[in-house]
């Protein structure tokens, strides 16, 4: 079992609603990561944190909003969504940048 | 350009036929080389990390082999439930995880 929990599993959105992606670990890491995977590809890198501030972003259009509001625990806000932002959103940990990366199960999401 | 190319990309094998995937990768400053596995619908699930050239990791039916341009994932006698999509990702000096578009393995009974 991973422990990198994300919630929800599923979200349904409108083009118009505002959500968030909710991720947390137990595990002491320091460094925190968003994943965005559509299907049949591999995942793509969308935002690092390390030691709770952002030290990567892959160009990740405004519309996605990420927030870090402790060691444990990292959000992702949806605004203003695209058909095409449907994908499978993962979270992972890693003791530091550089160490090994533990994936959540993800949350599916439907941009309608 | 940093790059991780995995082959091949489907496999289909008998129950207990065993065989290998490959993971081939040109990156500047590897910092390590990372194995996964992927169910559907589900977060990839590690398996090993491998740092330099002649290091061997084993788990169960799994075997993982690094030289300087490539790794193998050697899979011994394989069951129906080692099914699953195998990720390769290198971690090039940046610290940014660099993924290969994965070998999907079906195993038959």
């Known amino acids: 079992d991973t422990e990198v929990t994300q919630t929800p599993k599923h979200l349904v959105m409108g083009m118009t609603n505002k959500k968030s992606l909710k991720c947390e670990q137990h595990?002491?890491?320091?460094?925190m990561y968003w994943y965005k995977q559509k299907a049949k590809k591999p995942p793509e890198l969308m935002f690092v944190?390390?030691?709770?501030?952002?030290?990567i972003n892959e160009s990740v259009p405004s519309r996605f909003s990420p927030e870090c509001p402790n060691s444990s625990l990292l959000n992702l806000h949806l605004h203003a969504l695209q058909p095409e932002d449907s994908a499978l959103y993962l979270c992972?940990?890693?003791?530091?940048?550089?160490?090994?990366?533990?994936f959540g199960e993800g949350s599916w999401l439907t941009v309608v | 350009e940093d790059q991780v190319t995995q082959s091949p990309e489907a496999l289909r094998l008998q129950e207990g036929e065993s065989s290998s995937l490959n993971c081939s990768y040109t990156v500047s400053g590897l910092r390590g080389l990372f194995w996964y596995r992927q169910d559907p619908g589900k977060g990839p699930e590690f398996l090993f990390t491998l740092y330099s050239a002649g290091e061997e990791k084993e788990k169960e039916r799994l075997k993982a082999t690094l030289t300087k341009k490539e790794s193998f994932l050697h899979i011994t006698a394989p069951k129906p439930e080692d099914s699953a999509t195998y990720l390769c990702?290198?971690?090039?000096?940046?610290?940014?995880?660099?993924f290969g578009s994965g070998t999907r393995l079906l195993v038959r009974p």
């Open positions: 595990m002491g890491h320091r460094a």
């Open positions: 992972a940990s890693s003791q530091d940048q550089g160490n090994t990366i533990y």
């Open positions: 944190y390390s030691y709770e501030k952002l030290s």
């Open positions: 990702a290198v971690m090039d000096s940046s610290y940014k995880l660099i």
